[in-house]
DNA sequence: ATACAAAACTGAGCGAGAGCAGCCTCCGGT
DNA sequence: ACCGGAGGCTGCTCTCGCTCAGTTTTGTAT
């Protein structure tokens, strides 16, 4: 029953991030609702979408968390992305004819799986539900473009800090964090690996976070320990994040 | 009337993109040429779309450069993006209430205005549409996440070559280059931006991949000297760009 | 021809982060 | 109670790319 609690309130998390942008009608809701029918659990080690495999789906997160990454011939990986509950998944991967990355989970995940075609075809019937796809697949891109300004022009400590304010912003919206922290089950390879650094200088940037007083990420728990003073040391901006508004209706 | 004819190709551009993914039917193709109405010049200096303000337009080019970027309080700016003919520019910056990034001319540059109620419209009158400009912004979507991997786990020199090949294929797809090599009116301070290195660098690194008989960038011309040494020795991988087969009719 | 600015290029020194090698700690399985 | 493995942590060395401080070249206006 905690489960079923859980899920009614994933399941109107995604309608809630759809409709901050665009005001859905009942029809809208339903159809939205309808794509949630094939429900499937993941775990840890088995991939949810495969970098260059064709016939792929898409997915939305009900609970776990899920990175998306591309790996390089040469074996290294870059984490592109970390999803969380009420995000999308894969969606580029249902778009395009052969998935450009890969997605597995980190945690065990439960998710609704959705087909091209079902998706395509609910926007033939609304719209309104295409545009906020649209919407929610450009704010998407707002958080690779901001990860990307952070690899390209942040230091390691900045770009440490900044990706788990981010994260703390995220989760705050799906109301599993707040100002004082969140619980992350990243470890610090993950870390490395979305960050562009090496787990060996994660290690040496979250020591330096936690004895400068900034933040402490300790078994799975990330406490900001002076949020205001973190802000500004990584000026960090959340334009990005609070497109929240409804701009048709 | 060289002009005029250069305007026709270009505008048939963007539908021949767009088409490529869901077959367009001629309204849908009428109201797509009719979002071409607002056709404007722009000049170097002056942005197109600027960070932090609201009620921004969206573009697409029809001749000239543009960049992409967003600029950091300390000053420092990373180029998230260049935009060619035929590209769609400030997508964001119309579905979000506040541009989270800035554009501007690189070169003189024609552009259609496309204002946010009229595309929003369009879609509602033909949600193929709708599903076509999704499929565009999630190839855009790919290109900065093969952006974000070349700068978290790439060298310098993998960097420069990879971007530099990617900016060839975009071209030669719209007719404005060859292996052989493409005009770009790019300088070393813009590639450096991009690439999240300095000019200083930037210029050796250049000198080692023409050292090396790899690619030349000179006078504004990149030529390729060994297109298959320098594709196989950065790993470069079109998949995220040949996304070009209709799926949906 | 001359003047000037922007872009291209070079050299020397330095530092952030990588690479390597190894130890410690926690936790689940038998 | 013991074992094994994954994740966390540390020290040392080295290198890639930055910084600073120039010079040279190219293009444009006079």
Known sequence: MEKSSLMTIQGSSIARKLGSFVALSETELAVLEDLHRRRRS??????LVLQGQSGQSAYILASGWVCSYKIQRSGSRQIVDFQIPGDFLGLRSILFRTADHSA?????VEASEIH????????????KLATAVLWAASRDEAMVVEHLVNLGRRTALERTAHFLLELGSRLKLVGLGTNEGYDCPLSQYLLADALGLTAVHINRVLR??????LLTFKKGRVTFDNFDALVTAVDFDTTYLDQDRPLLN
């Open 116 to 127: 091209a075609r079902d998706l395509l075809q609910a926007f033939g019937q609304t719209p």
């Open 104 to 108: 597995e989970p980190i945690t065990t």
């Open 208 to 213: 330096e976070l936690r004895e400068e007083g």
């Open 42 to 47: 993941f775990f840890p080690g088995r991939d």
